[in-house]
Nanobody, 117 residues
Framework: QVRVVESGGDLVQPGGSLRLSCTAS????????MGWYRQAPGQQREWVAT???????NYADSVKGRFTISRDNAKNTVYLQMNMLKPEDTAVYYC???????????WGQGTQVTVSS
């Protein structure tokens, strides 16, 4: 079994920064891609960013230029550096981990990010 845990969510003022972390533990043999998604109140979950095993990255247009995704393979950890935060970035942020074996995916429980003055 694989356990995925996010951390780093907080209340921050507009224009501020936060760094989210997500660590996979347990029966993790080889991770393919790692990504971040978010879900605002009353909205569907949306994709934010992905990083592949080869460290290729992709971003949603809404966060491009403000957010940076990175990973530490030795720690099975993915990060999301969020700068120039806006109120519309307020959401629960979820981490998704996809392993090579059968392309199984695992999700964390989420971490709350609130951008407000």
């Amino acid at each position: 079994q694989v356990r995925v845990v996010e951390s780093g969510g907080d209340l921050v003022q507009p224009g501020g920064s936060l760094r989210l972390s997500c660590t996979a533990s347990g029966s993790v043999f080889a991770i393919n891609s790692m990504g971040w998604y978010r879900q605002a109140p009353g909205q569907q979950r949306e994709w934010v960013a992905t990083i592949t095993s080869g460290s290729s990255t992709n971003y949603a247009d809404s966060v491009k230029g403000r957010f940076t995704i990175s990973r530490d393979n030795a720690k099975n950890t993915v990060y999301l550096q969020m700068n120039m935060l806006k109120p519309e970035d307020t959401a629960v942020y979820y981490c998704r981990v996809v392993v090579f074996v059968a392309s199984r995916e695992y999700w964390g429980q989420g971490t709350q990010v609130t951008v407000s003055s």
